[in-house]
Every structure is written in structure tokens, then in C-alpha cells.
DNA sequence: GCTTGGACCTGATTGC
DNA sequence: TGCAATCAGGTCCAAG
């Protein structure tokens, strides 16, 4: 999509998680797409119009590209689904759908004079590869906190982009309890977690994402990292490191899976 | 100010 | 087989 116009957008209802942009079709008619990029689980058009798209896939959310070209991020589709929420009509003949089941994704359009100061990434704590993050940082960010630990690596103000999948697996690879209060992991715990963040982040794009039952690619492919989880959806099942029974627990509403033999 | 739990919505799975 | 209950990858907001 990066360099090309936006031919025709194609919105077939009012809303996703929230309304729409007004005269949504209309503002970006043409437009061309100067600068793709992401932010934390954010992904930003940054369109020749002056307004920023940003775009947030939720839990079900997904694009797909097809269309008159064949190649790694390309794939033919029969026509639209029930759930094919957004079409792109791209320059050059590529249609880009967004579907999204649960409509949990949104899509906003910002000014781009004025990005900086989007409410929902302006909170956003550093991203896990990047140079803000580091052990130092975590003992900082998690000292004097009171929620679990499992808790305050979901919040995408202390840490940007992990969701419940990651947060259990750096946990678990980390010897870290869910349970563990915040405050009590900074430290060698804190060393420990780190790294396990990175790794967990780093072979699970290379894997190509986790798909549990939506998740695919640009090109409609799944992704494998689900085949390495070492707890996550593996409740009853032994501890791959120390043979405990992985359990599952529910924390602020989600689940947690963790080892109690090796996770202290 | 921090933390938790409910809400948003649909589809797949499980249990009766 | 059919129905109801439960659960799911995220984020926001009200209430405690």
C-alpha cells in the first residue's frame, strides 16, 4: 500500500468497535499513502491529505490483500464474506479487505499535524525491542506497582504491543509467577524477564504470529508460533521444563497459564 | 491514582 | 440433534 493512491474505499457498515470516520470513504478517495508504519499494536496510513489512518485490529481483525498481481502477499479470494468490513480499491489494481468477526478492531482518521497527540498511543510504554526497554526500564516501570505482574505487562502503558499469549510465555521462560506482585520482580527477576520478553516478541514474528482460530496473514497464511507455546492453551498437560501440571488461572478477566513447579 | 471487572460482538466448542 | 453456556488473541471506562 505504501506509495500508491487509494482508488475507492469500499465501507459496508457504519462501525467496527467504534463509528466509523465521517464521509470516511469520501476523505480518503485518492489519497495517496505516503509512510506506512505501526505502533504498538497500532497501524498508521500516513496519507498525502494531511490525515493519518490508524487502524487497530482488535482480537479478530485481519487484512488480506489480493488481486491482479501473484506473489508472497498476494492471493486470490472468492467474493466478500459476511465479516469483510472495509475494502481498499488500491492503485495498480490490489484490493486490501479488512475482516473482522467480533468487530473488536477500529479504524480512526487524525490529523497528521496533530499525531503525536492521538489519546489512545499517547500513553504507550516502550516496545519491547526497542532500545527504550530493558531490564532497567522494568525495574523502574514495575517498582511499587501492586497488581501481578501478569497484569501490568498486559498494560500497554508500562509495555507496548505484549498481549496474554506473550505476557504468559515471557513469564513462563522467565520462571516468573503471574501471581508475583509487581513490585517484588524488580531486580534479578527483572534480568531475567527482559530478555525472556525479546525472545518470546522476536521468534514469534519470525514464526509468522500465533493463530489460534483467526489470525492470518497478509497473504491469508497462519502462523506457526502456536506450535511452540510452552504454556499457553496447554492446561493438564506437564510442564515441558520441570514436568508440573501447566494450570490455568483467570487474572483481571483473562486467562493466565503457568507452570507451579517452576514459575515462583 | 491505581486496580479490577464489565462491556463491546460473533463464532466455535462444550455439556446437557 | 439442538440448545444454552462458556470462552476467545484487546481496549476502554466506571466503580471500588
Same mark, same amino acid.
Given at each position: ?72 502477499? %498476494? ?6 464474506? $459476511? %465479516?469483510?468490513?472495509?475494502?481498499? %480499491? ?10 473482522? +468477526? ?23 510504554? +516502550? ?6 526497554? @530493558? ?5 523502574? *516501570? ?5 497488581? +501481578? ?10 509495555? $507496548? ?8 510465555? *515471557? ?6 509467577? +503471574?501471581?508475583?506482585?509487581?513490585? @517484588? ?27 489460534? @482460530? ?12 502456536? %506450535? ?37
Amino acid at each position: 500500500m505504501e506509495g500508491k493512491r487509494i482508488l475507492r474505499l469500499e465501507q459496508r457498515r457504519a462501525d467496527l468497535r467504534f463509528p466509523l470516520p465521517e464521509r470516511f470513504a469520501e476523505r480518503v478517495a485518492n489519497a495517496r499513502i505516503d509512510r506506512l508504519a505501526r505502533q504498538a499494536k497500532f497501524l498508521s496510513a500516513h496519507l498525502s491529505t494531511g490525515e493519518v489512518l490508524i487502524m487497530h485490529l482488535g482480537m479478530t481483525g485481519r487484512f488480506t490483500i489480493s488481486g491482479q498481481r501473484t506473489g508472497d502477499f %498476494h492471493h486470490e479470494t472468492g467474493g466478500l464474506t $459476511a %465479516h469483510d468490513h472495509v475494502i481498499f %480499491h488500491m492503485e495498480g489494481g490490489e484490493t486490501v479487505t479488512y475482516n473482522d +468477526p467480533r468487530r473488536f478492531g477500529f479504524m480512526e482518521l487524525w490529523p497528521a499535524a496533530n499525531f503525536e497527540a492521538y489519546p489512545r498511543l499517547m500513553t504507550m510504554g +516502550p516496545e519491547p525491542l526497542s532500545n527504550g526497554f @530493558s531490564a532497567a526500564y522494568l525495574d523502574t *516501570a514495575l517498582s511499587g506497582k501492586a497488581a +501481578p505482574i501478569k497484569a501490568a505487562l498486559l498494560d500497554q502503558s508500562v509495555i $507496548a504491543g505484549l498481549g496474554n499469549i506473550y505476557v504468559c510465555e *515471557a513469564l513462563y521462560r522467565s520462571g516468573i509467577s +503471574p501471581k508475583r506482585l509487581s513490585r @517484588s520482580v524488580p531486580g534479578m527477576r527483572a534480568s531475567r524477564l527482559a530478555p525472556a520478553i525479546n525472545a518470546v516478541i522476536a521468534e514469534a514474528i519470525a514464526a509468522g504470529g500465533s493463530s489460534i @482460530s483467526d489470525f492470518a496473514g497478509t497473504d491469508g497464511n497462519l502462523g506457526y508460533f502456536q %506450535h511452540r507455546f510452552d504454556v499457553y492453551d496447554r492446561e493438564g498437560e506437564p510442564c515441558k521444563r520441570c514436568g508440573a501440571v501447566v494450570k490455568r488461572i483467570v487474572q483481571s478477566g483473562r486467562s493466565t497459564f503457568y507452570c507451579s513447579g517452576c514459575q515462583k
